[in-house]
């Protein structure tokens, strides 16, 4: 059993509530709270020992007469037809000895110029510091006064509603004006006027009907008293009623409470999905999604695939076979031709991200978010769907540079190579000599002498060393081929790899970060609602 909140506790919560849902939450279930917030810091600060009492209700239900009756005097005209009341006008109690001063900031804010100051030696003392209102009419014809009745009707601490035996049972009354205030019974109060036109039995029959029609309302038990303005002691009943309000000075408090009743009502859905947790999978494979898109958009595969091909042209343009080697320089370096280096700014060729690869980024955006929002109220998907979408521009962005600074090794030239080519070195020298020392030995055949020729056993030198430099180089090209080829698949792994980490980064900046900080939002706003709760 949890204990009751205290106003100030609950308005706390309210304003984390304005808080955390500005910019997420549409300014209808907003600006209500904040319009409370500022109508309770104002009421708290004036006058809260004073009690506002408004006598509402419909044209010639007798508020005037009775607001007459109440103060002991001819303070508010009457009318026998003509509604008279255009302005509402105060009584105002002098305050008793302690507490309660003076109450002219309370009655700038309510905005209330008639104001009339009682006797205190004329006065009942269990009435010190009320004010009492008497208000236009509810169904004026007259807009102005009628936007006056509800201005203050919002802001009194107590409300008596008025009726009278003619019109007690007026479906439009009850439909406009008292449902809307179910959540207000506490401080309200319902009088049957004119009680003196009914005989016992017809009143009791009225109160009766008049009392189920309020319950109806969803005002079941709030207080019924009959009134007659025109007989002596008519009112008194009301004015013991109105004197437990005064006398425990609470109404102000309780008003305040049941304003908050009410916007909590309204802000309801904003927290009622359903209670189980967002489902982990899902969310998970939208993850998936959303990187497979923007890895998509980046060009990923093409990238890792130029690293590792650069990689091999490379290789092979250090260790291949020096007579066909040159052939591969003729061809652009694959990954230079992306204009990916660090350093290199300008223009890129690589293409741009294509329209169907925002969209598959947007549509994995939207997927993410709506799988995440599962279990929330649909306005918070919304919120944070709205929130990404404005960063998406930003998001394609950043792929470009994300791209740009992942690992792609273009520049690297492992150890090996070096040897490898030091080695076709010799092989080519020794082929080169080979065939320039057949070359004196064809030239002294020619001259019909002796040539130089030198033998290894059988063998002729000249001959071994040109056919073995050229078998050399020819055969260590093919010996490398294997190592180039799985230093160009790790090149082209590495490069996923970084490219694969640049772009999670990115997508865990730009979307997951910023969603999970929409949600947390969303939970701490429906626990701020929570905590205004009573
Ligand atoms: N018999 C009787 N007439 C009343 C009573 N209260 C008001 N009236 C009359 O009803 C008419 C309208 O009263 P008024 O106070 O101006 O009503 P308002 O429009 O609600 O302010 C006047 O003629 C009053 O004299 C009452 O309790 N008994
Ligand atoms: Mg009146």
Redesign the pocket.
Known sequence: MKTPRELGDRLDGLREVVRLGGGRVGPELLVPVEALLSQASARRTLSPDRTVVALA?G???????LFNAIAGGELAP???RR???SRARAAIWPAGTEGAGDPTGLLQWLDIRDRHVLDPRATRTDLAGLVLVDLP?FDSTAAAHRAEAERLAEIVDVLVW?LDPQKYADAAVHQRYLRPLAAHREVMLVAL??A??LDRDALEACLRDLGSLLSADGLPGVPLLA????QPG?ADRLVDALSDRVTTQRAAVDRLHADIDTVLVALGPACSGPPSPRPKRRAGDGQEALIRGLGTAAGVEPIAAAAGASYRMRAIATVGWPLVRWVGRLRPDPLRRLHLGAGQGGPTSRPAATGAQRAQVSNAVRDLVSQSATGLAPMWGAAAAATLESRQPALIDELDRSVRSAQLSQDDRPAWWGGVQGAQFLFLVAATAGLAWLAVIAGFAYLQLPGPSVHLGRAPVPTLLFLGGLAAGLLTSVVSRPFVNLGAARRRARAQRSLDAGIRALAQREVLGPLADELAAASAFCAAVDSARR
């Open positions: 209700g044209t010639g239900s007798g508020k005037s007469s009457v009318a026998v509604p008279t009341t009419d008025v006027n004119q003196d036109r009134t007659s303005a025109t008519g």
